[in-house]
Structures are given as C-alpha cells and as structure tokens.
C-alpha cells in the first residue's frame, strides 16, 4: 500500500495526542503528576494541538476535503466515520478537561479527564479497526493490529507526558510508564512481525483467477503499458526492499533507546533528566513515524494478484 | 445508506458470466465500456497525460492474460476483470458517508459521487481492484453495470444489457439476474461450472466465470490436409468430379 505522507502524520501526531490526553485524563486526577496548573494546561494543550493537526492532515488525504462532515453518518458500518464521531465527542470533554487544568477546577478535573481518556482510548481503537477490519490486506487484517494502535498511542503519549513532567520536576511515574509501555511496545511489534512473516496469504493468482484447477497461474500481459490507480496506491514495493533494516531501526528508534532513556532520566535526574526526556520523546516519535511508514509501505493487497511482478 | 439491503426472497441479483473458453482477449469489451461509462451514469471516466508519455485513466473493465498449467495442459487464458457486485461487499460497508451504495431491487453496486468525499477507503477494501479514483474530481468511480442501459426504454429492448455485453465479438459476456435459478445465466452457470473469485474473502461476488473447457483428444491428431477450394479449380470436368467426391 502507498505510504501517504498525510495519513502517517495523522496516526502518529493524532496517536501521541490522544494517548497524552489519556495519561493525563487518568493520571492527574489520581494525583501522580506535577500539581502545577500551567503543567496540566500545557500538557492539555499540547495534546489537543497534536490531535487537531492529525485531524486536518487527514484532511489532505481526501480528493473532496469540503465534503468531510458527511463522515460523520455512517457510523452503524464504518470504523472510518466511527472514528470521526469519535473524535469529534472527545473534544468536548477534552475542551472541559483543558479549562478545568488551567483553573484548577478540582471538581472538573476528574469527571472530564476520565471522559477524555475513555474518548481518546475509543478514538484511537476506531482507527486500528479501519485497517483490521480490511480483509485484503493481509498485514492489516490481523487482531493484533488494533490492539497495536492502542499500545502505540499510549506509549507516544506517556513519552510526551514522561518529557513534561520531568521538565516540572515530578517525572518519576510517567518516566517509569513511558519505558514499560517502550519494552512492551518492544515486544509486541516483535510478535506482529513474526506472526505476520509466518502467516500464509490466503489469497493466491490461483484463487483469484480462479484457474489453480489447471496448474500454476503466471501473468502473461498486463492490461495496460502504463501505471494505473491500483498499481500506485496499492502495490507498492519500495519497502520490502530495506525491510529488515527498517525494522531494526523503527524498533530501536521508537522503542528501546526511549525506554533506555527514560529510565536513565530516572536515575541521574536534574538537567540531565531533562535533556534524556526530551531526547527519548522525539526518538519515540521519530521511530514511531517510521514504524507507521512500514505498516503502509510492507502492506500487500490482493489487487497485486492480478498484475505481474508480486510475489 | 451504507447498511446492506435484506434481500427479499427471489430479489433479483443482476450481474455478469464472463466465459473464459471463448475470450480471445481483444479488449473490446474494455473499449467499449469506456466508450459508454465516460458519458454515463457515472461520466467522465477521465485520463491524464491523454496524448503523451505515462498516460493513463478511469477504467471499469480491464482485460489480463494468464499462462495456466504447464506442458499439453498448460494454457494462455484472457480474463476479463470489473466489478463482481457482490452480495456482501465491503466497500458499501466501509464508507464513511453513504455515498457507497447497494441497490436492494437488483443488486447493483454503485457510488454517488455528489456524496463521496474521496477517502478511497472502499478501494482499499475490494480485493478484486474493482474501482478507480477520478483524480480529476477527486471523487471515486466504478462499473455501474450500466444501470443507464439495462432499464433504458429508448433504445431498442434486446440491447438494452452492458455495453461490455453487447459488443463482445466472441460471445463470452452473458448478463442476465443470478438470482433467479431458471434465468439463461444460471443455467449457463450450473451447466459450465461456473466459479466466483477469491471465495475465500467472503464477500460472496454475484459474477460468475467460466473455466476455459479442457482440450479433447481430437487436437492431439493432427487436422486433414485442406483441399483446393471449388474455385480454385480451373478444369471444370476436375470441379465436377471435386463436387461429386466430395459429397
């Protein structure tokens, strides 16, 4: 599938912004960040910005942006406009949320931080399901994918929160979330690797020409000389040739070295914690926007079957 | 309203059997539907770069050529592919606003494109490559199975089918309503064996193909020597008894 630029900006900055909002939404309230109230609006802040800026990048992606608001109708069938409705709910509470921070209004805070990060949490599942629930990718249409989504937006966002909270003096917790959810992101993506590597595609030219009954099928001529849309948006090849180093990388970048970091913030810190902290949020950020470039450009749909040179 | 229809018991679901015996793979059916669509229900079917290098566009009908099987088994077989209107399809089903609909009194799978915001989503969902983004409108096209044909009363009753239909020169494109066990098509369907691709995604097309028949013994003697034809005979006493030889 064709790495969008629009559509990986989104779910990485939408992401991070709606697993900040989360953290913030479960952790303030229980009193494990700094109490400063320009901590807890800054961070609300940030998050809402990171979620906006997603939200009109995947604007960009649409041949008819000024039509968006019909995405909100079809909710009873489509993760897609779900995960519109949703979006556009958790920013009332997340607004409430915000205001509540920045005026200390303690009995705001809870209610309207937990709402957001049950909003955030639903947002975020909506947008894995859009490509879990695609049956002819194979790398998509996999359970561990939604779960995914979730496990990458919390850790971007407790990454960001980690980073904030150090900078005010109080980031022992979040820097302790943010490298567990790093090892864990670790492994998970480990794991949907293997699985993916290991899986059969259940499709075949056999199946969808129909002609296995005679002996293996090869394609003899294109229907067209040219490139066409299929080809481009959806047989993509460039990322199967670096792959592996790619994803050394993406794992090293997004996961291990954040983790590694935030828990040296941990032990030194001071003005160390701080330059640790913020270097462990962009690291995570940087490799988690690679990770989402893989999962476009690594994709493969059945379309490929019909035209030569796949597989 | 992207929920699928409930089809009413013996609804008519209309579609395609594309015989891959008799394709000889002239694109004809691909020009001509084209010809039609770009000035349809569905119109324009739009192209870039028309006149020059990397030109491209909007096609509903693209015909493959495979090689299948190896040795005296193996064969070059030409393959139609569009739109298979399915009965489950899921690029009704993901689209987020609507405009992606299947139509309850015949099954017919189509886009109205004043509604589409050109998310592209359902292209993503097909695993057949059935629709086409319209870059030009920035909105996304498929096969219509020429709903402006098969209902038009001003053209004459026996054309009204598709026009990939109606001018296939070697007779492989058959229309008619799947649906309906005793139509012409699904009996044509159950006498041939007639397949759905891609079983396995479930999305349950209502086109059907039919396998290319096996080769008979007789190809494997070679044919007999072709005589002059009668007026290639000059003698007309050697004409005559040609004539009465022959008989």
């Known amino acids: 599938m064709k790495p969008a630029p629009s559509i990986i900006f989104f779910t990485v900055a939408s992401g991070a912004g709606y697993g900040l909002l989360f953290w913030l939404g479960v952790l303030k309230p229980l009193g494990l960040l700094p109490a400063s109230s320009l901590f807890g609006a800054t961070a609300a802040i940030i998050a809402l910005a990171l979620i906006t800026a997603g939200l009109c990048s995947s604007l960009l992606h649409l041949g008819r942006p000024e039509r968006a608001w019909r995405a909100l109708s079809q909710w009873r069938t489509s993760w897609l406009s779900r995960e519109g409705v949703a979006a556009v709910i958790t920013f009332l509470p997340a607004t409430v949320f915000m205001i509540a921070l920045a005026h200390d209004e303690e009995r705001f805070i809870l209610p309207a931080g937990l709402l957001a990060a049950v909003g955030a949490a639903i947002t975020v599942y909506c947008t894995g399901m859009i490509y879990a629930s695609l049956k002819p990718v194979k790398e998509w249409h996999h359970p561990m994918v939604a779960p995914g989504y979730l496990l990458f937006a919390s850790f971007s966002g407790a990454s960001l929160l980690a980073m904030l909270a150090i900078f005010w003096g109080g980031g022992f917790f979040p820097a302790l979330v943010a490298a567990a959810l790093g090892l864990a992101a670790l492994m998970f993506k480990r794991a949907y690797w293997a699985s993916v590597d290991a899986t059969p595609a259940g499709s075949t030219r056999e199946t969808a020409t129909g002609l296995g009954f005679i002996g293996k099928v090869r394609p003899l001529e294109s229907p067209h000389t040219e490139a066409n849309y299929l080809l481009r948006e959806m047989v993509f090849r460039v990322g199967r040739v670096h792959a592996a180093k790619l994803r050394s990388i993406a794992l090293l970048l997004g996961f291990a070295l954040p983790a590694l970091l935030f828990c040296l913030a941990i032990i030194l810190g001071g003005g160390a914690a701080m330059a640790l902290g913020l270097l462990a949020a962009v690291s995570a950020l940087a490799g988690l926007l690679l990770e989402r470039w893989l999962i476009f450009a690594e994709a493969t749909h059945t379309v490929g079957l019909y035209y030569p040179t796949q597989r | ?247």
């Open chain 2, 1 to 247: 309203m992207t929920s699928l229809p409930t089809p009413a018991p013996g609804a008519k679901k209309l579609g395609l059997v594309i015989d891959l015996d008799t394709c000889v793979g002239c694109h004809a059916c691909a020009t001509n539907c084209k010809e039609w669509n770009t000035s349809g229900h569905m119109a324009p079917l739009p192209d870039q770069h028309p006149y020059s290098a990397a030109q491209e566009g909007v096609w509903f009908n693209r015909v493959h050529a495979y090689e299948a099987g190896d040795g005296d088994e193996g064969r070059t077989v030409h393959f139609p592919r569009s739109c298979l209107h399915c009965e489950t399809p899921a690029c009704v089903t993901v689209c987020p606003t609507g405009a992606s609909y299947k139509r309850a009194e015949d099954g017919i799978v189509l886009v109205n494109t004043d509604m589409c915001i050109g998310c592209q989503l359902c292209a993503w969902a097909c695993p057949y490559g059935a629709r086409e983004l319209d870059e030009d409108q920035g909105v996304m096209k498929k096969c219509t199975l020429c709903v402006d044909r098969i209902y038009n009363e001003t053209i004459p009753e026996d054309r009204r089918v598709p026009a990939c239909v109606s001018t296939c020169p070697a007779n492989a494109r058959h229309f008619g309503d799947l649906g309906d066990p005793n139509s012409d098509v699904s009996k044509l369907v159950a006498e041939r064996g007639g397949y759905e691709l891609m079983p396995e995604m479930g999305y349950q097309p209502v086109n059907r193909y039919l396998p290319p028949r096996k080769a008979s013994s007789q190809v494997k003697t070679p044919p007999k020597e072709a005589g002059p034809l009668p007026s290639q005979i000059t003698n007309p006493l050697l004409r005559w008894m040609d004539k009465v030889l022959s008989r």
